[in-house]
């Protein structure tokens, strides 16, 4: 069981993207799902979490405003659109089914690159 993360790349400051998450042998209806992030040499940071019951989104305070969770439940994936990016969201990007809020996880996959410079 993994969910791949993709949709990562190269933008500049104020620029957006849109992460998407697939699962592979798991139905993401069923969980919460969320996003964390990793940058070279920092530990690793919770982004967001959407409930599996309600769609209840939870987000860190650092991309409160600029990021947002989504689910589509026919299509069995959830996003992250995130705008209004900054150098400091510069990270792999891993979507994960959502443990503990927002420090446990499990079923990550392999995550994608953002990168945001100028």
């Known amino acids: 069981v993994q969910l791949q993360a993709s949709g990562g790349g190269l933008v500049e400051p104020g620029g957006s993207l849109r992460l998407s998450c697939a699962p592979s042998?798991?139905?993401?209806?069923?969980?919460?799902i969320g996003w964390f992030r990793q940058a070279p040499g920092k530990e690793r940071e919770g982004v967001a979490c959407?409930?599996?019951?309600?769609?209840?989104?939870y987000y860190k305070d650092f991309v409160k405003g600029r990021f947002t969770i989504s689910r589509d439940h026919a299509k069995n994936t959830v996003y992250l659109q995130m705008n209004s990016l900054k150098p400091e969201d510069t990270a792999v990007y891993y979507c994960?089914?959502?443990?503990?809020?927002?420090?446990?996880?499990?079923?990550w996959g392999q995550g994608t690159q953002v990168t945001v410079s100028s």
């Open positions: 994960a089914v959502c443990v503990s809020w927002p420090y446990e996880y499990a079923y």
């Open positions: 042998g798991i139905t993401l209806n069923k969980y919460a």
């Open positions: 959407i409930s599996m019951n309600d769609d209840s989104t």
